[in-house]
């Protein structure tokens, strides 16, 4: 059964709408649980854990000492964008480097990323960036200012983590749905383009398309 058939939204229309895998990735406490929760049209599907002294000894809390849960496989959640014909459905992934063993399988199929930047803890997110330019996944970083943190302008980010030239880099409060649907879409319009540069004969890859279950 592929995810059209089983996801087909009548209140847009009887035409099936186009279906995208999207990676919510970035450091430990870097807002991914958080930003899947806040635009997901369901109810999101999480596999938090509660923090022990013993994953404290291997999960840094250093910067999100007021953090006490992590994910260990998996958030899941979904937007339709209908301007656009889509829905997205969204796969948060663990940030922890112990789990990082995860993100080939989670990464298969995937259309996009976006990578979220705890500026309090910059360097997390440097794992996840090197690794969806690696596999060629389209991605957008967006940086979740926390409260109290050091302030940076897209532009900065950018150039600190010397992406490739026409990388969006925005700023989104994970917490805020608004802005995380407008991050989802900033993704979208990226990923068309670069498909359209670079495979202008050949259809950009999909769930609906390519991906059975």
Request: glycine share 8%.
């Amino acid at each position: 059964m592929s995810w059209r058939g089983s996801l087909k939204d009548s209140k847009v229309s009887d035409a099936p709408l186009e279906l995208w895998k999207i990676l919510i990735a970035g450091g430990f406490g870097a807002g991914k649980t958080t930003l899947v929760g806040a635009v997901s049209e369901t109810e999101p599907l999480t596999t938090e854990e509660t923090l022990t002294q013993a994953s404290v000894r291997t999960d840094s809390v250093q910067g999100v000492e007021s953090k006490t849960t992590t994910t260990v496989a998996l958030d899941f959640g979904t937007i339709t964008l209908r301007r656009q014909w889509m829905r997205l459905l969204l796969f948060g992934t663990p940030g922890q480097e112990r789990f990082w063993f995860m993100w080939p399988d989670l990464a298969k199929g995937a259309v996009g990323a976006i990578v979220l930047v705890d500026t309090r803890r910059f360097e997390e997110c440097y794992p996840a960036v090197e690794y969806f330019l690696s596999i060629g996944i389209p991605l957008v970083v967006a940086v979740n200012h926390f409260d109290g943190a050091d302030r940076y302008e897209p532009e900065e980010v950018h150039t600190a983590l010397d992406l490739p030239p026409g990388t969006p880099v925005v700023l989104c409060d994970a917490r805020d749905a608004t802005q995380g649907r407008q991050a989802l879409i900033t993704l979208v319009q990226h990923a068309l383009a670069l498909a359209i540069r670079n495979r202008p004969s050949s259809p950009l890859p999909s769930l609906s398309r390519s991906t059975r279950v």
